[in-house]
């Protein structure tokens, strides 16, 4: 890597580190003044009211970035509706809860601009010695893949940092693997502006937060991993179209989980409930801050696998992610994370 190009990365993390950081206690006053604030609840951890309006300061921070470090084309034009539209839809849902139909019509549209107009599609793909071309099918199954990080990233917002730790790994991890090929599209400037904004927005979020990002927040970074996946994984093959599912594999599995346990009890896929891997860990008598930490650590090293896996020995990273797995089995077995153990009562 040149020094010009370290520079820049440097400069561009700087500078939307800065932004966020500075515009996040403004937007504290606009979420009390508007009444958009996280109350504690049975269900939730925390317990006094917290304002969750930052996404809109994580946003700022992306347009903000774009602004002084992007290029205009129309695919960015798509990408700025569609995440205007994502974060209008998260920031009436911290005003006011919306209904879960209502909350999937945004993230819909937002998907339909990005890959019609925008003309990001996930149009064919290569597995096994056979080359399968979607179709028309590739627009449903582009749609559904963005769809799918966005709930993601929503149902893992649980603890303060948490989202904003994972999606920072993401954005770092993406960004080294585009250093190290090469590779230096929008894609790659997207990662820095976002990991900068990430960054300044998690000072104000850590353990004690004191300003939670909200759906605005979650909707919005699931929204843009999507891209940045589709964008950096131009070169379809299976395992390629896995690899961002593994970068944020603790995202993708609570979610797989959270489908399955509610599948298993007959209720609803969008009924919120305490048994996401986070709870499980404090039920595990881990503090708040530990929990956070433990599931950013286990994140990284599926991140760093997928570093391996890409740049180095494909062999070594196939061990690594069996290693990974084999740790994510045994936490089902020991935990209730998808069947609930009934206790046994003791005389």
């Known amino acids: 890597m040149s020094q010009e190009l370290f520079v820049k990365i440097v400069l561009v993390i700087l500078v939307c580190f800065l932004f966020v950081y500075i515009l996040v206690p403004v937007v504290k006053k606009i979420a ?21 309006l930052g996404g809109l300061a994580i946003y700022a ?6 602004l002084v470090f992007g ?5 960015m034009t798509s990408i700025l509706i569609g995440s205007f539209i994502i974060i209008i839809t998260g920031i009436i849902d911290d005003i006011k809860p919306l209904k879960a139909k209502i909350k999937l019509l945004g993230q819909l549209v937002a998907a339909l601009i990005v890959v019609i107009n925008g003309d990001i599609l996930l149009s064919n793909i290569s597995a096994f010695g056979l080359y399968i071309n979607f179709g028309l099918l590739a627009y449903p199954i582009t749609i559904l893949f963005i769809l799918t990080f966005i709930n993601c990233m929503n149902l893992i917002d649980g603890l303060d940092g948490l989202a904003t730790g994972i999606s920072s790994i993401f954005f770092a991890t993406v960004g080294v693997i585009a250093i190290f090929k090469n590779s230096h599209g929008l894609d790659f400037m997207l990662c820095f502006i976002m990991l900068g904004s990430c960054l300044g927005f998690l000072v104000h979020n850590k353990y004690p937060a004191k300003i939670f990002m909200g759906d605005s927040g979650s909707m919005f970074l699931g929204f843009i991993i999507s891209i940045i996946s589709l964008l950096g994984f131009k070169n379809v093959t299976m395992t390629s179209l896995i690899i961002p599912f593994m970068i944020i594999a603790i995202p993708v599995l609570d979610t797989i989980f959270a489908v399955i346990r509610r599948t298993i009890k007959n209720e609803s896929i969008t009924k919120p409930d305490k ?5 499980q860990l404090l039920n595990m008598n881990f503090s708040h801050k530990k929990t956070v930490i433990v599931i950013c650590l286990i994140d990284s090293l599926f ?18 992610y069996g290693i990974l797995m084999i740790i994510v089995v045994l ?9 609930e153990h009934k206790k046994t009562k003791t005389d």
Do not use: C, E, W
Request: avoid cysteine.
């Open 303 to 320: 991140a760093f696998t997928s570093i391996v896996y890409i740049l180095l020995d494909r062999q070594l990273g196939y061990i690594m």
């Open 61 to 66: 921070g992306f347009l903000f970035g774009y």
């Open 32 to 52: 009390y003044h508007i009444n958009a604030i996280d109350l504690p609840n049975a269900r939730k951890v925390h317990k006094v009211p917290i304002p969750r």
């Open 275 to 279: 048994f996401h891997i986070h709870h």
């Open 331 to 339: 936490f089902i077995i020991k935990t209730d994370v998808i069947i």
């Open 71 to 75: 290029k205009q084309n129309n695919l």
